[in-house]
């Protein structure tokens, strides 16, 4: 099998890189830059030069491959025109093709709504994304379109590794003896996953012959700020206090992507584990907390 990877040197797609490697298959990563090739030959794969912002570049060998796994963003305030051209680019590419495409594209939770009460949010939960995530629910919905594609959407929790996300920042605000920082408040609910766990969930999916699947990805349900506080502050024992952000007087909705920290969600995650045989190793707080601590 030839996968096609973008995204390959951020924190998600670096881990399914990794995964990948000891899976039965090739791998080939776009690179938009001569650093970002040799991260990828160093992780065990081929390098493909190209740009998101430039699709036609790259859109015919992605879609000469089995799979393609899309993780990539710019992350620039062009984000979403940047994404919707490149996979409408692939959806194209991918017409003449004797099989459908299988393609792994990456949502997110905060696709879906804040929690009120308490039943948590599923698959089946009607997508209300933030403004700056608005244009993933349309490009899901222009993917799932036709038969040219076999699509696997994964919609990942706050994903957690050593170097990034709320357990790694938590725990440097706390090594510096500062507070963290955040747009959330103590009680906001946050669903977490671990990077490696993620990876491994991108994997199944691709070995998945049904068409459309939606997986949302985390191993704890939600859990209050201030509660993954209390556990970072006991692992080390020193005190972290939250600090709460206003939102910025000059942010732009449709590019406020920090504004998804102060959804509060829970999530249930039984579906993914159900439909791939999906069995993280990171199920609870004490070992997310434990195997991420420095």
């Not at 699709?55 to 015919?60: L, R, T």
């Not at 170097?163 to 946050?190: H, N, S, Y």
């Not at 920290?261 to 907390?289: C, K, M, N």
Request: aromatic share 6%.
């Amino acid at each position: 099998m030839d996968v096609f990877v973008t995204g390959g040197t951020g924190r998600i797609g670096a881990a399914v890189v990794k995964r990948l490697k000891d899976e039965d298959v090739r791998i080939i990563g776009l690179a938009r830059s001569d650093a970002a090739a040799e991260k990828l030959r160093a992780s065990g794969a081929s390098a493909y030069p190209g740009d998101l912002r430039s699709p036609e570049s790259w859109v015919g060998r992605a879609a000469s491959c089995d799979a393609v796994i899309h993780t990539g963003a710019t992350f620039t305030n062009d984000m979403g025109r940047v994404d919707r051209q490149s996979m409408l680019a692939l959806k194209q590419a991918a017409k003449h093709r004797k099989q459908p495409l299988k393609v792994v594209y990456t949502g997110g939770t905060w696709l879906y709504p804040a929690v009120t009460g308490t039943n948590p949010i599923t698959e089946k939960t009607p997508f209300s994304p933030l403004p700056a995530f608005r244009y993933m629910t349309e490009t899901i919905r222009t993917l799932s379109n036709g038969t040219d594609l076999n699509l696997a959407v994964i919609h990942p929790a706050l994903v957690c590794s050593r170097t990034a996300g709320p357990i790694a920042e938590m725990t440097r605000a706390l090594e510096k003896g500062l507070p963290f920082e955040t747009r959330a408040t103590a009680d906001t609910l946050w669903p977490l996953v671990e990077a490696d766990d993620l990876a491994a969930l991108y994997v199944l999916a691709l070995r998945q012959p049904r068409f459309r699947m939606s997986l949302i990805a985390s191993c704890i349900q939600g859990i209050s700020v201030a509660h993954l506080a209390s556990h970072i502050s006991a692992r080390h024992g020193l005190p972290l206090e939250i600090e709460t952000l206003p939102v910025p007087e000059d942010a732009d909705p449709d590019t406020d992507w920090q504004a998804g920290y102060a959804l509060s969600q829970s999530v249930d995650f039984q579906h993914a584990r159900r439909a791939t045989g999906w069995q993280p190793e990171h199920s609870t707080i004490e070992d997310l907390v434990v195997a991420l601590s420095r």
